[in-house]
């Protein structure tokens, strides 16, 4: 198979970068971007990396473009500090086959969600493009989302193992239920959907909470994990009705209260599918 870098970008995870970076022993080369973290990270991810570097904050979008550029390879495998590359799902994109990476441009994967340590059924299956050509994709313009596009559609290829996201971290009730993430990102999604030439509409307000959690709980399964599995359900019909309450408010041209907040602390905080909200 071709050469595969591997690139990470991370702020403050030292609970989690070991592990994310010894899940691709297998790759040629792995590449760290630190934003900026103030714990142990970059002493850890050092002990790893063929390359580590402090670059401040981009974006979502932009931090993984530049890591992507100190890249020497044209294979790149895109991983958060909270992930880690299965096994299995490792060992497979090693016997992907010279034939098999110059018919595809991107390869897509399935990604486990974890949340306070317990897997959450209703994220599953949760599919993620991480591994790219860079030559060949393009990156999505999105300003929440980190998406990469291939030279067309007929050259995306499904892979059978799974990543693994957020299994090792420490992160408890608050990080996941107090909206902190999902406040630090409303903006930006508003705006993204702004852009689209998105509105938002009666139904919109009244009925895709409701849609979105009959979604997680009863057609992904939620209900099969008691009340755990209520609780999730809860949450994505709420950073739901939030997007679009933000999305009015943009439209309407209510004006934002701005705070000061900083967004690395929460970039690769991605506790849902779909890249990062269930929304």
């Given at each position: 198979m071709p050469s595969v870098s591997v690139v990470i970008c991370c702020f403050n995870a030292a609970d989690m970068i070991e592990a994310a970076c010894?899940?691709?022993?297998?790759?040629?080369?792995?590449?760290?971007?630190?934003?900026?973290?103030?714990?142990?990270?970059?002493?850890?991810?050092?002990?790893?990396?063929?390359?580590?570097?402090?670059?401040?904050?981009?974006?979502?979008t932009e931090q993984k473009r530049f890591a992507v550029s100190l890249c020497r390879n044209e294979w790149i495998f895109v991983l958060d500090h909270d992930e880690e590359c299965s096994a299995e799902l490792g060992e497979e994109i090693c016997r992907l086959t010279e034939d098999q990476m110059e018919r595809y441009d991107l390869?897509?994967?399935?990604?486990?969600?974890?949340?306070?340590?317990?897997?959450?059924?209703?994220?599953?299956?949760?599919?993620?493009?991480?591994?790219?050509?860079?030559?060949?994709?393009?990156?999505?313009?999105?300003?929440?989302?980190?998406?990469?596009?291939?030279?067309?559609?007929?050259?995306?290829?499904?892979?059978?193992?799974?990543?693994?996201?957020r299994r090792f971290s420490q992160a408890g009730f608050a990080d996941f239920f107090d909206g902190r993430l999902a406040d630090s990102r409303l903006r930006l999604a508003a705006d993204e959907m702004v852009r689209r030439g998105r509105r938002c509409g009666w139904l919109d307000l009244l009925a895709r909470p409701a849609l979105t959690f009959a979604k997680f709980y009863l057609l992904k399964g939620g209900f099969l994990?008691?009340?755990?599995?209520?609780?999730?359900?809860?949450?994505?019909?709420?950073?739901?009705?939030?997007?679009y309450a933000a999305?009015?408010?943009?439209?309407?041209?209510?004006?934002?209260?701005?705070?000061?907040?900083?967004?690395?602390?929460?970039?690769?905080?991605?506790?849902?599918?779909?890249g990062a909200d269930p929304s």
């Amino acid at each position: 198979m071709p050469s595969v870098s591997v690139v990470i970008c991370c702020f403050n995870a030292a609970d989690m970068i070991e592990a994310a970076c010894r899940s691709v022993g297998w790759a040629d080369e792995l590449v760290v971007v630190d934003s900026g973290s103030t714990d142990a990270t970059g002493e850890i991810a050092r002990r790893f990396a063929a390359r580590y570097v402090v670059e401040p904050w981009r974006g979502y979008t932009e931090q993984k473009r530049f890591a992507v550029s100190l890249c020497r390879n044209e294979w790149i495998f895109v991983l958060d500090h909270d992930e880690e590359c299965s096994a299995e799902l490792g060992e497979e994109i090693c016997r992907l086959t010279e034939d098999q990476m110059e018919r595809y441009d991107l390869f897509l994967m399935r990604r486990r969600n974890y949340l306070m340590g317990r897997y959450v059924r209703a994220f599953s299956p949760d599919w993620q493009n991480r591994l790219m050509h860079r030559e060949r994709c393009r990156w999505a313009d999105e300003a929440v989302n980190d998406r990469r596009i291939p030279s067309h559609p007929s050259r995306v290829a499904r892979l059978r193992g799974w990543m693994l996201h957020r299994r090792f971290s420490q992160a408890g009730f608050a990080d996941f239920f107090d909206g902190r993430l999902a406040d630090s990102r409303l903006r930006l999604a508003a705006d993204e959907m702004v852009r689209r030439g998105r509105r938002c509409g009666w139904l919109d307000l009244l009925a895709r909470p409701a849609l979105t959690f009959a979604k997680f709980y009863l057609l992904k399964g939620g209900f099969l994990d008691g009340q755990f599995g209520l609780l999730i359900a809860q949450r994505a019909a709420v950073a739901v009705r939030l997007r679009y309450a933000a999305l009015w408010a943009t439209q309407e041209g209510v004006g934002w209260r701005r705070q000061d907040r900083d967004l690395r602390s929460v970039s690769s905080e991605r506790s849902a599918p779909g890249g990062a909200d269930p929304s």
